[in-house]
């Protein structure tokens, strides 16, 4: 169960939310949802892959780990990557509906989040009542996610209109023998992408849809880097 209340810098004045990451957090995952408007930051760190939901739609999601609940980039000191998915930015913050039922979502807080009144935490309102800087970073992200998730529909259905998505099995193999496979999982198919031209692919790039497909592509590169954070680990233990 969650206890989420609408923010207000009256009830919430003295309220502090732990900014980091940790597997007390719910950090300790190994995929996150990401959208195409964030595929630049994530292509510098994690593989992309595409899954399917029980609707049969698309869906991204940046691998972290190999074995459940495995993040290779959580240690604890923190959250080690130059970039964090805005899913797992925007701790226990979300948008919903405004104490009149009308109008813009505002900002809600789950009081119940093991990151709500942690140690240390970061002051959520300022004196004179107004953001902290903190809590207008997690406010422009929630909006960035509210906007950027419409993007993701038209996305996919521009990748499936030019035949641009194939399924993979990621197959790896560690320096101990032992080995895991990724099932059901889709990517960009890069030979189908390097072969695009014409009206396709002008249509791909005015919609604005290329340059998010590309890095998709090729993220796949890191999952080189996946499997050596995974072998330093394993031979760790």
Not at 91 to 99: E, I, Q, R, Y
Not at 110 to 133: N, Y
Not at 162 to 185: E, F, H, M
Request: aromatic content about 8%; some cysteine; hydrophobic content about 45%.
């Amino acid at each position: 169960m969650t206890n989420r209340v609408r923010l207000d810098n009256v009830d919430h004045a003295e309220l502090t939310v732990a900014a980091g990451h940790a597997r007390a957090f719910g950090d300790a995952v190994n995929q996150v949802l990401v959208l195409p408007s964030e595929f630049e930051q994530v292509q510098r760190e994690y593989p992309i892959l595409f899954r399917r939901d029980e609707a049969e739609s698309f869906y991204a999601v940046a691998l972290l780990g190999l074995d459940l609940d495995e993040n290779l980039f959580l240690a604890d000191e923190g959250w080690q990557a130059r970039y964090v998915p805005m899913v797992q930015q925007r701790g226990p913050f979300l948008l919903g509906p405004p104490a009149d039922g009308g109008g813009e979502p505002v900002v809600h807080v789950d009081l119940d989040d093991p990151r709500v009144g942690a140690a240390g935490g970061e002051p959520l309102f300022l004196r004179h009542g107004g953001a902290t800087p903190y809590l207008q970073r997690v406010t422009g992200v929630l909006h960035a996610l509210r906007r950027d998730a419409e993007t993701a529909g038209p996305f996919f259905a521009a990748l499936q209109a030019c035949d641009l998505i194939q399924a993979v099995s990621l197959d790896i193999k560690l320096d101990d023998g032992k080995s895991y496979v990724v099932p059901n999982v889709f990517t960009v198919a890069q030979d189908r992408l390097a072969a695009l031209g014409g009206a396709p692919l002008d249509r791909l790039h005015r919609s604005g849809f290329l340059r998010p497909a590309i890095m998709a592509a090729t993220s796949i590169a890191n999952v080189s880097r996946l499997i050596e954070l995974k072998n330093t680990r394993e031979a760790a233990r």
